[in-house]
């Protein structure tokens, strides 16, 4: 039975996608951020821990949540549109003492749209660079544009950097 739990594991990493290790580097600076900000503020006036006030506590935050921490709450189950409800994959870490880090890792492993909320108006010219040619086309993708005639990455990423004004402007609308 050992044998057969580690085959169905090597199976089902091998079915899920991931996040490339420079796309992972991207989206959770964000996520980390938020998830400081939420520890911080509920370890200052708390003195224990729980996993439901953890939880309690990261319905409130999302409640408030704006742009990209907003789309972290609706992957994370944490905002009132919300399909499916995983709250717990960060409420039962944080009352732990985890740490934001490793959560948020966690995250973007299990769940490659948390990976695609990098992209926006803060990828720089050196972000853009760590990333792959098809992970640049899919951002000009995302925003409807094309790259006719690109061959070398640099390319790619000239676009996307005299594009960004203009898409970043539509989102916060």
Not at 45 to 52: F, G, N, R, Y
Request: glycine share 4%.
């Amino acid at each position: 039975l050992p044998h057969f739990h580690t085959n169905l594991e090597t199976l089902q990493s091998k079915s899920a996608p991931s996040c490339s290790e420079s796309t992972k580097q991207l989206a959770e600076p964000m996520c980390v951020g938020f998830l400081h900000r939420l520890y911080g503020s509920v370890t200052a006036t708390h003195k224990e821990l729980t996993p439901a006030l953890m939880e309690k506590e990261l319905l409130r935050a999302c409640s408030v949540a704006q742009g990209k921490e907003a789309r972290l709450c609706y992957y994370l189950g944490a905002s009132n549109d919300a399909a499916t409800r995983v709250t717990g994959s960060v409420s039962q870490p944080l009352a732990s003492h985890v740490p934001v880090e490793k959560i948020c890792q966690r995250l973007s492993s299990r769940d490659t749209q948390i990976c695609e909320l990098k992209h926006g108006a803060d990828l720089s010219s050196e972000d853009l660079k760590k990333l792959r040619v098809l992970e640049l086309r899919n951002i000009l993708a995302s925003w409807g544009e094309e790259c006719r005639g690109c061959l070398e990455k640099h390319e790619f990423v000239s676009l996307i950097l005299e594009k960004a004004p203009r898409h970043s402007q539509k989102r916060e609308l």
